[in-house]
């Protein structure tokens, strides 16, 4: 794993990542319903608005950078159960994420599925503007605790 420096971002994404995030629950409702194992109950919207939130600052920070691909933020007719990377580099895939204020998590049968991303990258605001950045590669997580909510996933404690 490594930190990166902090990125700043411009504060209207927070709205914009809100709209998006709306739009994108909106458009994946038959993945995610009720009862089924992708259920995301009444955490959908602001799951949806931080995934979107922390896309938007990678872009931010990959600008000017170099060739980086990102997947659209918005699938007008959906991707189904293909999970596409966030963002390929190189020729390595990244699965950008949301990084939590005490750990950092995968879900176990993402990262054990067929579509294994080369690197996790989380990003973790800290404010409207600002947040951290840590890249882990993916073999990495399989040495993380094994926990279980509403699925298994695997978690690492944030290390500030």
């Not at 490594?2 to 909106?26: C, D, H, M, Q």
């Not at 922390?54 to 950078?65: D, N, P, V």
Request: hydrophobic fraction near 30%; aromatic fraction near 16%.
């Amino acid at each position: 794993m490594w930190k990166r420096e902090n990125i700043t971002f411009p504060s209207k994404y927070n709205e914009v990542a809100n709209l998006i995030g709306e739009a994108r629950s909106k458009l994946s409702s038959d993945i995610y319903q009720d009862e089924s194992e992708r259920d995301r109950g009444d955490r959908e919207g602001e799951t949806s608005f931080k995934g979107v939130l922390c896309e938007l600052i990678a872009r931010e920070y990959t600008k000017g950078k170099g060739n980086f691909f990102f997947t659209p933020l918005v699938e007008v007719l959906g991707v189904g159960d293909v999970a596409l990377p966030d963002m390929m580099y190189k020729g390595k895939t990244y699965d950008i994420k949301f990084g939590g204020d005490k750990y950092f998590t995968v879900n176990h049968k993402s990262h054990n599925g067929k579509k294994r991303p080369d690197y996790y990258w989380f990003i973790r605001p800290i404010s409207e503007t600002e947040a951290e950045s840590y890249i882990f590669k993916s073999e990495e997580v399989d040495k993380w605790e094994l926990a279980k909510a509403y699925s298994s996933y695997y978690r690492h404690e944030v290390h500030r």
